[in-house]
């Protein structure tokens, strides 16, 4: 018995070395050479100071920013140590509730938008920090927020397509906005004007 236990711990131990610290390593190493910005969770700054990340969403509640989709994610939402979608099927009645109660809330913050209300301004994405919303979601919002920064729908609409990402490789997904980057955006650019 003795003869094949030593090569199975032989063998027990490179694979550890190998697959838990040799692999791990070189992938770490390429890509903080290669991709530092992603591997470093493709964080943003302002003034030096980090305010959030391009890949996790955040909540915006003031009139005068873009809002995001619903989050499910922790108590409150947008808690990234609880991603997590709602798993609530389609015919349950706590999912209908919080689809009503999130229409309501979006006619009573947009008035003046009388289309349908985008799926996605309903619906929590499955980790319940998704960063982006639809291009239409983006559009529903725009008067609200040319209303409360004292500037015009052309203003707003311009900041849209400048911040609108295609779908990637031409074909997959669907055109979106990342809310955080065009919040930014509009300090950014309309702020330096006053």
């Known amino acids: 018995m003795l003869p094949q236990l030593a090569p199975a711990l032989r063998m027990t131990v490179f ?21 530092r910005r992603q591997a470093n969770g493709s964080l943003i700054a302002r003034n030096g100071e980090v305010i959030g990340s ?6 915006f509640t003031k009139p005068d920013y873009f809002h995001p989709r619903p989050s499910a994610a922790g108590n409150d ?44 301004a309903l619906t929590a994405s499955g980790s319940g920090l998704d960063p982006e919303i639809s291009v239409a979601n983006a559009d529903a919002q725009a008067a609200r927020v040319a209303q ?25 997904g669907e055109p979106r906005v990342n809310v955080l ?3 930014l955006a509009l300090d950014r650019e309309l702020n330096a004007r006053k």
């Open 181 to 183: 980057e065009l919040n």
């Open 15 to 35: 694979m550890t070395v190998l697959t838990g610290l040799v692999y791990p390593g070189l992938v770490t190493g390429a890509c903080q050479l290669l991709f």
């Open 77 to 120: 939402g947008y808690d990234a140590t609880a991603s997590q979608g709602s798993n609530l099927g389609p015919t349950n009645q706590k999912l209908y509730d919080r689809m009503k109660a999130a229409a309501e809330q979006f006619r009573k913050e947009n008035p003046s938008f009388q289309g349908p209300i985008p799926a996605d």
């Open 148 to 172: 409360a920064r004292h500037t015009s729908l052309e203003d707003v609409e311009r900041l849209i397509a400048g911040a609108t990402r295609g779908r990637d490789l031409g074909f997959l």
């Open 54 to 59: 391009a890949l996790i969403g955040q909540n």
